[in-house]
Nanobody
């Protein structure tokens, strides 16, 4: 089992920055990849960015050039640096951890990000 706890959300003005953190605990050695998703009211959950254990990153088109995902060497902390935030970025941001076993994954409880215009 893996537990994920996000932090770092808040309210910022358009054009501002935030750094989200996700602390992983438990059997972290089974994690093969981690990612950040977001879900706005009335919308489906969508991937923002992901990173594998080999350090391979992937970004949604809306995130490219504004967002950077990183993981520390202990592999217990995941980060999401978000710059030039826009009101459309307002959502709950959730941390996700996947394993090599199909459909085995874990989610954090989410952290609210609100961008005011």
């Amino acid at each position: 089992q893996v537990q994920l706890v996000e932090s770092g959300g808040g309210t910022v003005q358009s054009g501002g920055s935030l750094r989200l953190s996700c602390a992983a605990s438990g059997t972290v050695r089974v994690i093969s990849a981690m990612g950040w998703y977001r879900q706005a009211p009335g919308k489906e959950r969508e991937l923002v960015a992901s990173i594998t254990n080999l350090g391979i990153t992937s970004y949604a088109d809306f995130a490219k050039g504004r967002v950077m995902i990183s993981r520390d060497r202990s592999e217990r902390m995941l980060y999401l640096q978000m710059n030039n935030l826009k009101p459309d970025d307002t959502a709950v941001y959730l941390c996700n951890a996947k394993t090599l076993v199909e459909d085995v994954e874990w989610w954090g409880q989410g952290t609210q990000v609100t961008v005011s215009s």
